[in-house]
């Protein structure tokens, strides 16, 4: 209790600064209600009387986890209605582009108590499900009033966020166990659990969800609307996935390169945030390169580009990423030559290609160091090294297909974290209403 109230002094004064300047961007107003544990009329009788769970995810890539888990669940309680809520702007317009039948999107609660209590009056879950890590003192202390199970699943802790959360490991490990169960991705990430001061009975090893990915084919028309452009019978195609700010002048650069020994090479740059797309434009004008966006292409398929190099194209569409993927030769994941922790490796190893990657992959350590032992994937260190590797894929396009078929082969090795989720999650339920 004397934790409880110094975390909502510290709160309270942390809110009176940031709050403010979080809720009143014009993006976040629309969810302001919501934030404050407000829950619409509409969606308080599609749950009256019904078996709810609640699942949250902070932002687009927790999300697209919690409805792989919510899948799942449904298939056990069919009956039942699933609330999935998330924290950014981008991660509720994912939701709601993935939620289906009578599922229901809404912000998180901010964590006063009031908030929460709210919140929980207005949902009546069962039980709520997190997505990686999430530790909010007063939400677990009001589940476990109600005795609402909470779990995390596809348990995660950053290198970064390890070295500040032991600081406050005795603050921390009181509100880690008023959870349930927590299912670690790695036994790296049990043990930091188990640092942070975690019953290890509760914590288990049950991998990592992203490695269950599957394809939904969402942009596949624009595909077949460009794939006239990029493809040919000795193009080699990289694709620069969720890059961000710093790697659009590398891959620029590295673009310039290599047309003057391969004129076939072609560039794809997909970048992490649409809102950069105006910069990434004028970057490429000041490098004198053309850059065409693939939502202005009226190509056909079968139309092969023309011989020599060509532009580089610009992925300006939301929920394409994955089918131009599956166009690539070779696949650069960004976030990671830049420090901003990398990002997933699981979607291009998935349509069995080459992926090369900076060393920044905080976010993806163990998944990165699983695909280099595995001659899955390769670690860049700078531009140059981008450039020496991409030009040995093009040049030896064996290798290519040997390093694609390894990624495959370790995607599938890694799949069934969400049943082994389940399970956890099914067993646990059973014994909370045991007890």
Known sequence: ????????????????????????????????????????????????????????????????????????????????????????????????????????????????????RRFLAGVHPSALVLIETEIWPNLLSELSKRKIPAF??????????????????????????????????????????????????????????????????????????????????????????????????????????????????????????????GSILRLASQKGLELQRTSKIRGRAGHSPEPGPGPVFLLDSMGALADFYRLADAVFVGGSLVPNGGHNLVEPAFFEKPVLFGPFMNNFSQMAEEFKKSSAGVEVKNAKDLEQRILELVEDRNKALVFGRNAKELVLRHQGATERNVRVFLQTLSNSEES
């Open 1 to 116: 209790m004397f934790i409880r109230i110094i975390y909502n002094i510290c709160f309270f004064a942390f809110s009176l600064f940031y709050l403010p300047v979080f809720l009143l961007k014009g993006k976040h107003k629309r969810g302001l209600a919501s934030r404050f544990g407000v829950v619409p009329e509409e969606i308080r009788k599609r749950l009256e009387g019904k078996q709810v769970f609640w699942v949250h995810g902070v932002s687009v890539g927790e999300v697209v986890q919690a409805f792989r888990l919510v899948a799942a669940l449904k298939k056990r309680f069919p009956a039942a209605r699933f609330v999935v809520t998330t924290t950014t702007v981008a991660g509720r317009e994912m939701a709601l582009g993935l939620k289906s039948g009578e599922d229901s999107v809404l912000y998180f609660p901010v964590d006063f108590g009031f908030s929460v």
């Open 152 to 277: 995390i699943v596809n348990g995660r802790i950053s290198d970064k966020a390890i070295f500040k959360y032991k600081k406050a490991r005795f603050f921390i490990a009181p509100f880690l166990n008023e959870l349930k169960a927590i299912c670690a991705q790695d036994d790296l990430m049990k043990r930091r659990f188990i640092e942070l001061g975690a019953s290890p009975g509760i914590v288990s090893v049950t991998g990592n969800m992203k490695f269950d990915w599957q394809p939904n084919f969402s942009g596949e028309g624009l595909v077949k609307a460009v794939e006239g452009r990029l493809r040919g019978p000795d193009v080699f195609l990289l694709v620069a996935g969720s890059t961000h700010k710093g790697e659009e002048e590398i891959l620029l650069e590295v673009y310039r390169s290599l047309c003057v020994k391969h004129a076939s090479f072609r560039l794809l740059v997909a970048p992490r945030h649409l809102d950069r797309i």
